[in-house]
């Protein structure tokens, strides 16, 4: 329902896509930003993980310095 997505990306952000939006990649993101819990990922068999979400609330206390 659209109600729904629109509740789902008022807290959560794709990894990727956050990545994307500061030109980085996303494993690069988390290794520089250890504080950025990623929440269902996929892990390949590769070792590589996809589809990672971010909630907004912690990027935001991590702009803001806050717990």
Do not use: H, W
């Not at 520089?32 to 206390?61: H, K, M, Y």
């Amino acid at each position: 329902m659209p109600a729904q997505l629109l509740e789902f990306q008022r807290k959560y952000i794709p990894l990727a896509d956050l990545a994307k939006s500061i030109g980085s990649k996303s494993s690069i993101l988390t290794l520089r930003n250890p504080d950025i819990e990623v929440l269902g990922s996929l892990t390949l068999p590769c070792g590589q993980r996809r589809g990672g979400l971010v909630r907004i609330a912690d990027l935001t206390r991590l702009a803001f310095g806050t717990q």
